[in-house]
């Protein structure tokens, strides 16, 4: 392996990162920097201002994606890093912004050795991938793999009642670039946002795929009422069935056990007052199963808990889904050169499937596809208190600097 002492210089590394922790960053900590408002434009324009510092040509394309490409001898296909820098509402430093910086400072590092590919080596980060704000989430690299269309993301309406397309232009980021138009592999490096790695003192994980992911959106009706003076048998309490689902939820997904999670994240009722019947209860569940199979059974259980509570509280229950991704497997090839490099560079490592979603398993409908996990302490994430190890970090982007040269080098 050519280059195999070359190595990314971690103190650039972990500066980068917190660079870019200031914009967004919470009073206690952590950060937020929800899809397409002000604090994630000032990011964009950060990682803009950065990626042409080092001499990146950088396209934006018409879903605000961000690319970075740094020319190789050939036009393409590109070797693509990637991930993104929108965050949920209590975010850390990490999820996502890692896999970007580092892709950053593999640049750097190649421009400090004048090291010329042969392949050219872009840096992406993707609209939207948490869905937090606009569902589904990985919405930018699902468009760019052709999985929805432009116009129907554009369309899609926010939890605060914005359309994607005008927050878009609001930002300056609706772009008229191409992205890169052949991919020949793409890696994400990420933290693992789970126990595993950390609990088995493991540096590098090998991603094998992510499991599947079905969101839904239940609007419950049913009709306000005095809270003293009504009673129970007259009541069609939307508080009642929303509270009775979630805990429906919850018992279903444990007598199902083995790898079944499942999540009533939000809920909202109205008019959310002490002495009022709630009118309506407007929550998500998000179900998630590395088996197809038994994703559709939970998927079946959420149905039958719905129509069963709707006829019991007397309740009427609209369902709109927000987002169904089957699980998909990264590119064995890939896995084994992550694997391998991992270990060539003296790191413990092991597979592991991943229990978030990520824009590699959008990648993965168009190219080869694989990702580099870190370890979480505490496995901790989606929390203003994620953090991952400066040597972890570097670790994983020494990983990520070798694994893109294997791709990009003749
Ligand atoms: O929900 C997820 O798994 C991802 O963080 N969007
Ligand atoms: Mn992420
Ligand atoms: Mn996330
Ligand atoms: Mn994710």
């Given at each position: 392996m050519i280059f195999q002492e070359l190595r990314i210089n971690p103190t650039r590394?972990?500066?980068?990162?917190?660079?870019?922790?200031?914009?967004?960053?919470?009073?206690?900590?952590?950060?937020?920097r929800l899809a397409l408002t002000p604090s994630e434009k000032l990011g964009r324009d950060h990682l803009v201002a950065e990626m042409k510092a080092l001499g990146l040509d950088v396209a934006i394309d018409p879903i605000g994606n961000i690319f970075g490409a740094r020319k190789g001898r050939?036009?393409?296909?590109?070797?693509?890093?990637?991930s993104h820098i929108d965050t949920v509402a209590t975010g850390g430093l990490y999820d996502g912004a890692l896999g970007v910086l580092a892709g950053l400072e593999v640049i750097a590092t190649l421009n400090e050795g004048n090291i010329e590919t042969d392949l050219p080596v872009v840096v992406a980060a993707f609209t939207n991938e948490e869905g937090a704000r606009f569902a589904p989430d990985m919405l930018g690299s699902l468009v760019?793999?052709?999985?929805?269309?432009?116009?129907?993301?554009l369309d899609i309406v926010s939890i605060d009642g914005k359309r994607l397309g005008e927050e878009l232009e609001a930002i300056g980021y609706a772009g008229t670039d191409q992205g890169p138009e052949e991919v020949a592999a793409y890696f994400e490096l990420h933290i693992e946002q789970g126990p595993v790695l950390e609990d088995e003192k493991?540096?590098?994980?090998?991603?094998?795929?992510?499991?599947?992911?079905?969101?839904?959106?239940?609007?419950?009706?049913?009709?306000?009422a005095h809270a003293g003076t009504t009673p129970i048998r007259l009541r069609r309490d939307a508080g009642l069935a929303a509270a009775r689902i979630a805990a429906g939820?919850?018992?279903?997904?444990?007598?199902?056990?083995?790898?079944?999670?499942?999540?009533?994240?939000?809920?909202?009722?109205?008019?959310?007052?002490?002495?009022?019947?709630a009118e309506t209860a407007v929550m998500t569940v998000d179900l998630r199963n590395p088996d197809e199979g038994l994703l559709q059974v939970a998927e079946a259980k959420l149905t039958a808990l719905i129509e069963q509570i709707a006829g019991e509280e007397e309740v009427t229950i609209e369902r709109r889904s927000l987002a169904r991704f089957e699980p998909v497997d990264f590119a064995p090839a890939l896995i084994e050169t992550i694997d391998g490099t991992a270990r060539v560079l003296g790191f413990s490592t092991r597979r592991l499937f991943s229990g978030a979603g990520h824009d590699a398993q959008m990648l993965a409908r168009i190219a080869p596809a694989a990702m580099i996990f870190v370890p979480s302490v505490k496995g901790i994430s989606h929390n203003i208190t994620e953090y991952?190890?400066?040597?972890?970090?570097?670790?994983?982007?020494?990983?990520?600097l070798q694994v893109t040269l294997k791709q990009a080098l003749p």
């Amino acid at each position: 392996m050519i280059f195999q002492e070359l190595r990314i210089n971690p103190t650039r590394l972990i500066s980068r990162v917190e660079r870019l922790g200031k914009i967004g960053a919470l009073e206690g900590g952590g950060v937020c920097r929800l899809a397409l408002t002000p604090s994630e434009k000032l990011g964009r324009d950060h990682l803009v201002a950065e990626m042409k510092a080092l001499g990146l040509d950088v396209a934006i394309d018409p879903i605000g994606n961000i690319f970075g490409a740094r020319k190789g001898r050939r036009e393409g296909p590109a070797v693509m890093l990637g991930s993104h820098i929108d965050t949920v509402a209590t975010g850390g430093l990490y999820d996502g912004a890692l896999g970007v910086l580092a892709g950053l400072e593999v640049i750097a590092t190649l421009n400090e050795g004048n090291i010329e590919t042969d392949l050219p080596v872009v840096v992406a980060a993707f609209t939207n991938e948490e869905g937090a704000r606009f569902a589904p989430d990985m919405l930018g690299s699902l468009v760019f793999v052709g999985g929805l269309s432009l116009a129907e993301a554009l369309d899609i309406v926010s939890i605060d009642g914005k359309r994607l397309g005008e927050e878009l232009e609001a930002i300056g980021y609706a772009g008229t670039d191409q992205g890169p138009e052949e991919v020949a592999a793409y890696f994400e490096l990420h933290i693992e946002q789970g126990p595993v790695l950390e609990d088995e003192k493991v540096e590098i994980g090998a991603v094998l795929g992510v499991q599947g992911i079905s969101w839904t959106e239940l609007t419950i009706r049913g009709r306000s009422a005095h809270a003293g003076t009504t009673p129970i048998r007259l009541r069609r309490d939307a508080g009642l069935a929303a509270a009775r689902i979630a805990a429906g939820v919850g018992a279903f997904v444990r007598s199902m056990g083995g790898d079944q999670v499942g999540t009533v994240g939000a809920s909202t009722l109205t008019p959310n007052l002490v002495n009022v019947v709630a009118e309506t209860a407007v929550m998500t569940v998000d179900l998630r199963n590395p088996d197809e199979g038994l994703l559709q059974v939970a998927e079946a259980k959420l149905t039958a808990l719905i129509e069963q509570i709707a006829g019991e509280e007397e309740v009427t229950i609209e369902r709109r889904s927000l987002a169904r991704f089957e699980p998909v497997d990264f590119a064995p090839a890939l896995i084994e050169t992550i694997d391998g490099t991992a270990r060539v560079l003296g790191f413990s490592t092991r597979r592991l499937f991943s229990g978030a979603g990520h824009d590699a398993q959008m990648l993965a409908r168009i190219a080869p596809a694989a990702m580099i996990f870190v370890p979480s302490v505490k496995g901790i994430s989606h929390n203003i208190t994620e953090y991952t190890e400066p040597a972890d970090l570097a670790n994983g982007a020494n990983v990520l600097l070798q694994v893109t040269l294997k791709q990009a080098l003749p």
